[in-house]
């Protein structure tokens, strides 16, 4: 078993930057790529960026050149740097692991841009 918790979410103005974490606790040997999803009122759950145990990154169109994902896997951690964010970024953002037979998801944090 593994568990997420993400944090670092909140309200910031348009053309600011936030900076989520997810740590990774339990079974986090078993970690394979790791990614930030997310899901807004009325919309399905979007892939936002993935990384690889290789470091290998996968964004988004809708994020590239703006949000940028690393992972420390010393700390079990992994983040997503936002910068210049727009209101359309508005939405839970999830943390998601795979591990070795199965994927697992964070609880989520709330991040609101005002424009």
């Known amino acids: 078993q593994v568990q997420l918790v993400e944090s670092g979410g909140g309200l910031v103005q348009a053309g600011g930057s936030l900076r989520l974490s997810c740590v990774a606790s339990?079974?986090?040997?078993?970690?394979?790529?790791m990614g930030w999803y997310r899901q807004s009122p009325g919309k399905q759950r979007e892939l936002v960026a993935t990384?690889?145990?290789?470091?290998?990154?996968n964004i988004a169109d809708s994020v590239k050149g703006r949000f940028t994902i690393s992972r420390e896997d010393a700390k079990n951690m992994m983040y997503l740097q936002m910068n210049s964010l727009k209101p359309e970024d508005t939405a839970v953002y999830y943390c998601?692991?795979?591990?070795?037979?199965?994927?697992?998801w964070g609880q989520g944090t709330q991040v609101t841009v005002s424009s």
């Open positions: 339990g079974s986090s040997f078993s970690i394979r790529t």
């Open positions: 998601r692991v795979t591990g070795l037979v199965r994927e697992y």
């Open positions: 990384i690889t145990r290789s470091g290998t990154t």
